[in-house]
């Protein structure tokens, strides 16, 4: 099975900064997906960002970016103009060929005002 | 609205009680899942299916139970073979074409509100 590993277990950033919360995967496949979902207090799941592993270009959703390095296997997330709003529990998931999602164990993001 | 709905929202459980999750989407999606999510453990998958009478066992299958008979549809079953079942259940539902097995219809999953079991 395919593995997801988000190193980084709680992040924070000040209210306007920019932060970056990194996700790692292993697999052996040339295609699949790439997603962050976001997790408020809710606990809503809310889809972030995907990126297809045969684009290189990396995915752009407002102030939300990725950068994708399929050869290291790397998809870290970039959030610009950090908002009060952002706050939440942030999940890195890949979507294999046999159509499961993996998910990763989740990065705690504070945004201090 | 399309989307997916769970209930309950939260449920208690006598311990050697089965209790039933209910998961109901219209959203005309062929593949339907449930994940059990755990402080610092992420989601993990119970149990999958991607089309109708047909299901796969996730990486945490043993205490559960799943049917599909109908492609709204995907109730879980915590069965009193499952020793620890407190947890926050998730149930997600994506398009798919298993028929064509083509990883451009692959799209991102949507998930329910989630239902929160404790056993008491």
């Known amino acids: 099975a395919q593995t997801v590993t988000q190193s980084q277990p709680e992040m924070s950033v000040q209210e306007a900064e920019t932060v970056t919360l990194s996700c790692t995967y292993d697999t052996s496949e040339s295609d699949y997906y790439l997603f962050w979902y976001k997790q408020p207090p809710s606990r809503q799941m809310i889809l972030v960002i995907r990126q297809e592993a045969y684009k290189q270009q990396n995915a752009t959703e407002n102030r939300f970016s990725v950068n994708f390095q399929k050869a290291a296997k790397s998809f870290s997330l970039k959030i610009s103009d950090s908002q009060l709003g952002d706050a939440a529990m942030y999940f890195c998931?890949?979507?294999?060929?046999?159509?499961?999602?993996?998910f990763g164990t989740g990065t705690s993001l504070t945004v201090i005002p | 609205d399309g989307g997916i709905t769970q209930s309950p929202k939260y449920l208690f459980r006598k311990e050697g009680q089965n209790v039933t999750l209910s998961c109901e989407q219209n959203l005309n999606h062929d593949a339907m899942y449930w994940y059990r999510q755990d402080p610092g453990q992420g989601l993990r998958l119970i149990y999958y299916s991607q089309i109708v009478n047909d299901f796969q066992k996730g990486d945490i299958a043993e205490g559960y139970s799943v049917s599909r008979e109908k492609k709204e549809s995907f109730p879980l079953t915590v069965t009193s073979a499952q020793k620890n079942p407190t947890a926050f259940y998730l149930c997600?539902?994506?398009?798919?074409?298993?028929?064509?097995?083509?990883?451009?219809?692959?799209?991102?999953?949507?998930f329910g509100q989630g239902t929160r079991l404790t056993v008491v």
């Open positions: 997600a539902s994506s398009i798919d074409d298993p028929t064509t097995g083509d990883i451009l219809y692959y799209t991102e999953a949507f």
């Open positions: 998931a890949y979507r294999s060929a046999s159509k499961e999602f993996y």
